[in-house]
């Protein structure tokens, strides 16, 4: 019968999270980070505009929601760990599958919370140096928020169009007129199965690399 009332408590706490609009608020820091940029905030006092003050509040209650998140996720698992030494919870878990369900679904939102949250404390923390140095496109990659996920496949795609940047130069080569020898050496070169093989590798290992360090592995 605890585990019932427990199980309710948790529910609870839970539904009254889902509540939340998470995405929104996201949406409403970023919208608040742009506009903010956009009037020349960095070059401003941050304690005199309101665009700062309203990304200071957001970027708290994103916090504050990915703190709730992790103390249920947290008192969640301390409960079943506990309570497993007295009760036959395995009995009790796979009689209530829709929790476990709801557990996992937990853990991702708090995964995707973690993300979304240290973006926007990032972004604020870069605001709060009023570091005139940083331009536009250093704080907002393709001039908007982007998560670093997501870069890497910036590069693939990068790599991608220098492949068909050079498809095309190979295909308009022969119509270009060049003097002497210099465009028939530069036509072997391109030529050269070694040459493509080479600089595909080298664009991999780049990006490789690059995700790594972006990742966090290394450095």
Same mark, same amino acid.
């Given at each position: 019968?605890?585990?019932?009332?427990?199980?309710?408590?948790?529910?609870?706490?839970?539904?009254?999270?889902?509540?939340?609009?998470?995405?929104?608020?996201?949406?409403?820091?970023?919208?608040?980070?742009?506009?903010?940029?956009?009037?020349?905030?960095?070059?401003?006092?941050?304690?005199?505009?309101?665009?700062?003050?309203?990304?200071?509040?957001?970027?708290?209650?994103?916090?504050?929601?990915?703190?709730?998140?992790?103390?249920?996720?947290?008192?969640?698992?301390?409960?079943?760990?506990?309570?497993?030494?007295?009760?036959?919870?395995?009995?009790?878990?796979?009689?209530?599958?829709?929790?476990?369900?709801?557990?996992?679904?937990?853990?991702?939102?708090?995964?995707?919370?973690?993300?979304?949250?240290? !973006?926007?404390?990032?972004?604020?923390? @870069? $605001?709060? +140096?009023?570091?005139?140095?940083?331009?536009?496109?250093? =704080?907002? #990659?393709?001039?908007?928020?982007?998560?670093?996920?997501?870069?890497?496949?910036?590069?693939?795609?990068?790599?991608?169009?220098?492949?068909?940047?050079?498809?095309?130069?190979?295909?308009?080569?022969?119509?270009?007129?060049?003097?002497?020898?210099?465009?028939?050496?530069?036509?072997?070169?391109?030529? !050269?199965?070694?040459?493509?093989?080479? @600089? $595909?590798? +080298?664009?991999?290992?780049?990006?490789?690399?690059?995700? =790594?360090? #972006?990742?966090?592995?290394?450095?």
């Amino acid at each position: 019968m605890k585990w019932i009332e427990e199980r309710a408590k948790f529910q609870k706490r839970f539904d009254d999270l889902s509540q939340e609009n998470v995405q929104g608020l996201i949406t409403e820091l970023n919208k608040a980070t742009g506009n903010f940029i956009a009037r020349g905030g960095i070059s401003q006092d941050p304690n005199n505009n309101p665009d700062y003050d309203t990304i200071v509040k957001l970027t708290q209650r994103a916090e504050s929601i990915k703190q709730r998140y992790a103390a249920l996720n947290d008192d969640i698992l301390k409960y079943l760990t506990t309570e497993a030494k007295d009760n036959d919870l395995a009995g009790l878990l796979k009689e209530n599958g829709e929790l476990q369900k709801q557990i996992s679904r937990l853990e991702k939102i708090q995964d995707e919370m973690k993300i979304d949250v240290t !973006s926007a404390v990032a972004r604020d923390e @870069l $605001l709060r +140096s009023r570091n005139t140095d940083v331009t536009r496109h250093q =704080l907002f #990659i393709l001039d908007r928020p982007v998560r670093r996920g997501l870069i890497p496949y910036l590069w693939v795609l990068a790599v991608l169009f220098i492949g068909v940047g050079l498809v095309i130069f190979r295909m308009t080569m022969p119509t270009i007129i060049f003097e002497g020898g210099t465009g028939f050496s530069l036509l072997s070169i391109f030529e !050269s199965k070694g040459v493509i093989i080479s @600089l $595909l590798v +080298s664009a991999l290992i780049v990006i490789l690399f690059l995700s =790594l360090k #972006i990742g966090g592995v290394f450095g």
